[in-house]
């Protein structure tokens, strides 16, 4: 998305542009619409310190809403989309299992749920005290 250009107030400029002066976790609104493609859109930007590379990068999200918490949003919703990613492929396996019965299926991802809350408590208390 840095790449892309976009129109705003008439100028076709970079996305990464309009962000270029952002410092660290301090997330840049724009508070007017732009044209992203083909799409009226508003934006918030910031700088944040990939935590696995440890370099910094540049995050953007585009909404049609008012963008005022847009970053904010966006970060609650990436523990959710964490939390299907880890349930569905990357331990627990959900996908792998065959039930289709709803009451056993509700069963399963009750107890999956109270696992992958304990496994997140474990793993901050582990960060926190040995780190």
């Known amino acids: 998305m840095a790449n892309m250009k976009l129109n ?10 309009l962000f270029r002066k952002a410092i660290i976790d301090i997330p ?14 508003y934006l918030q930007g910031q700088r944040i310190i990939n935590s696995k590379t440890q370099k910094m990068e540049r995050l953007m999200v585009c909404t049609f809403i008012h963008p005022g918490m847009s970053i904010k949003r966006y970060a609650e919703r990436w523990y959710i989309e964490n939390m299907f990613k880890d349930m569905k492929s990357k331990g627990f396996q959900l996908e792998c299992t065959h039930v289709t019965d709803r009451e056993r299926l509700n069963n399963l991802m009750s107890i999956l749920a109270i696992a992958y809350v304990w496994m997140i408590r474990i793993g901050t208390w582990v960060k926190k005290n040995r780190p």
């Open 8 to 17: 705003n107030k008439g100028y076709l400029i970079r996305v990464s542009r």
């Open 28 to 41: 840049i609104t724009i508070h007017h619409q732009v044209m992203l493609g083909s799409n009226k859109v």
